[in-house]
């Protein structure tokens, strides 16, 4: 939020006025609420959670990251609760592509800390992070996915395709992950 995600935006910028930036000074880089929270294994997940956003963040920045606060914003709004939204909602594809990639980042880093079977964080959401996850233990890693999480992918089709782009070895493999799990 300091970096100016949606605080740089018109519509906000305008109601913000000549004080945007003393709000963005103000803003931390990074929001964890503990709300459900109890210990530190949940604490622990949740900020590996986050970590990862901001790590997606890092590569891609406000213009792809100001479509995802918005459609997060509208589904909120929508619904009352923090949702992930519909999938076939206009500005869905950034939710299924940051939250797959959150998600996937979170289970296999418990998973690495805490063992006992496989983590399944995000397992029951319409975007299946664990695509990711198969991959991963098929050898197409989340250093190898990070690679293809640039600006324009922007839905899981296009990761699909940027993953392939970066893998054409693995193509099979990666059209069988994401086939798997529609």
Same mark, same amino acid.
């Given at each position: ?133 198969? #991959?991963? &233990? *098929?050898? /197409? ?5 990070? $690679?293809? !999480? ?5 839905? %899981?089709?296009? #990761?699909? &395709? *940027?993953? /392939? ?5 693995? $193509?099979? !493999? ?5 086939? %798997?799990?529609?």
């Amino acid at each position: 939020m300091q970096h100016g995600c949606l605080i740089d935006q018109t519509l906000v910028g305008e109601w913000l006025g000549q004080y945007s930036f003393l709000v963005k000074m103000f803003l931390p880089d990074l929001v964890i609420g503990l709300k459900g929270c109890s210990d530190c294994r949940s604490i622990y997940s949740l900020v590996l959670h986050e970590c990862a956003h901001a790590s997606h963040y890092t590569k891609v920045g406000n213009a792809y990251w100001d479509p995802l606060a918005e459609y997060m914003l509208r589904s909120f709004i929508s619904t009352g609760s923090m949702s992930y939204g519909n999938p076939q909602d206009e500005g869905s594809g950034y939710v299924a592509v940051a939250e797959m990639w959150a998600y996937s980042v979170q289970n296999a880093l418990m998973e690495r800390r805490y063992g006992g079977g496989t983590a399944a964080y995000g397992y029951s959401y319409w975007f299946h992070p664990q695509v990711l996850t198969w #991959l991963d &233990e *098929r050898g /197409i890693t989340r250093f190898k996915v990070f $690679k293809a !999480l640039d600006a324009e992918v922007t839905d %899981r089709e296009t #990761l699909r &395709e *940027r993953i /392939i782009y970066y893998y054409p070895e693995y $193509k099979s !493999l990666i059209n069988q992950a994401f086939s %798997r799990y529609e």
